[in-house]
C-alpha cells in the first residue's frame, strides 16, 4: 500500500538554525499539509498546499515558516531561524482530491531545538 | 470556529468488553468526520469516516462510530476490545469548503489482559 514518508525522523538544531522537514507524498495525491503535535499536546494545522501555492494556512505558519514543492516528489517545510517553541513533531499528510477524503498521515519528524 | 472535544484522556478497558471513545464537535456548518489511531513511534492512521448518510459507519479493525447530530457527538466503539488496540486515538473534523482537519486532544486507550 502506498506511504506518506519523512525524513529526517529525528532533527537536532540550535536555536536560530534554519531546518529543512522533508516529505515524499503519496504519488497521485495532489493536495499536501503539514501538521505539528507539541508534546502531550494536540495535533495542530499548519499549511495546505495545492496546485503549487498554498490554499491556507493557521496563524502558527508565519513568516519564518515556508512550504515548497521542488520538483514532482517532495513536499518541504522550512523553518527559517528556529526558536525553542517549534520543538514538535511534524506531520506531512497527502490527499488525492478534495472531496471529503481522508488525509493519509507520515511517520512524523521529530523536531527538537536546543 | 470549528472545535472538537475529547472528554476523556484515558479510557481503560478490559480485553473482550466493549469499548467507547468519545468525541464531540462544535461546528457551523456540515462536518466531516474522521477518527485517527496512533500508534507509539508512528503517524497517524486513517481508522474511518462520517460524510453523509447512514449515521453507523464501519472502519478498520473492527471499530464502528455513531454520528448523532443533535447531541453533535461521533463516538467511536468496538464491541469486542483487543490489547493491541491499546492507542492514542484522535477525533478530528473537517468543513465542506476547508482543507485543514482540525483536531480534539487524543485519547489514550488502554486494553488490559
Known amino acids: 500500500e502506498p506511504e506518506v514518508t519523512q525524513t529526517p525522523s529525528h532533527q537536532v538544531t540550535q536555536m536560530g538554525q534554519e531546518v529543512i522537514l522533508r516529505c515524499v507524498p503519496i504519488?497521485?495525491?495532489?493536495?499536501f499539509y503539514w501538521y505539528r503535535q507539541i508534546l502531550g499536546q494536540k495535533v495542530e494545522f499548519l499549511v495546505s498546499?495545492?496546485?503549487?501555492?498554498?490554499?491556507?494556512k493557521s496563524e502558527i505558519f508565519d513568516d519564518q515558516f515556508s512550504v515548497e514543492r521542488p520538483d514532482g516528489s517532495n513536499f518541504t517545510l522550512k523553518i527559517r531561524s528556529t526558536k525553542l517553541e517549534d520543538s514538535a513533531m511534524y506531520f506531512c499528510?497527502?490527499?488525492?482530491?478534495?472531496?471529503?477524503?481522508?488525509?493519509?498521515f507520515g511517520p512524523g519528524t521529530r523536531l527538537t531545538v536546543t | 470556529a470549528q472545535s472538537v472535544a475529547q472528554p476523556e484522556d484515558q479510557v481503560n478497558v478490559a480485553e473482550g468488553n466493549p469499548l467507547t471513545v468519545k468525541c464531540t464537535y462544535s461546528?457551523?456548518?456540515?462536518?466531516?468526520l474522521f477518527w485517527y489511531v496512533q500508534y507509539p513511534n508512528r503517524g497517524l492512521q486513517f481508522l474511518l469516516k462520517?460524510?453523509?448518510?447512514?449515521?453507523l459507519v464501519k472502519g478498520s479493525y473492527g471499530f464502528e462510530a455513531e454520528f448523532n447530530k443533535s447531541q453533535t457527538s461521533f463516538h467511536l466503539k468496538k464491541p469486542s476490545a483487543l490489547v493491541s488496540d491499546s492507542a492514542l486515538y484522535f477525533c478530528?473534523?473537517?468543513?465542506?469548503?476547508?482543507?485543514?482537519?482540525?483536531f480534539g486532544t487524543g485519547t489514550r486507550l488502554l486494553v488490559s489482559p
Open positions: 499528510a497527502s490527499l488525492l482530491i478534495a472531496a471529503p477524503s481522508e488525509q493519509y
Open positions: 504519488s497521485n495525491h495532489l493536495y
Open positions: 498546499f495545492y496546485n503549487n501555492e498554498i490554499s491556507e
Open positions: 461546528v457551523s456548518g456540515n462536518p466531516y
Open positions: 462520517y460524510i453523509t448518510g447512514d449515521n
Open positions: 478530528a473534523v473537517r468543513l465542506t469548503g476547508f482543507q485543514k482537519l482540525v
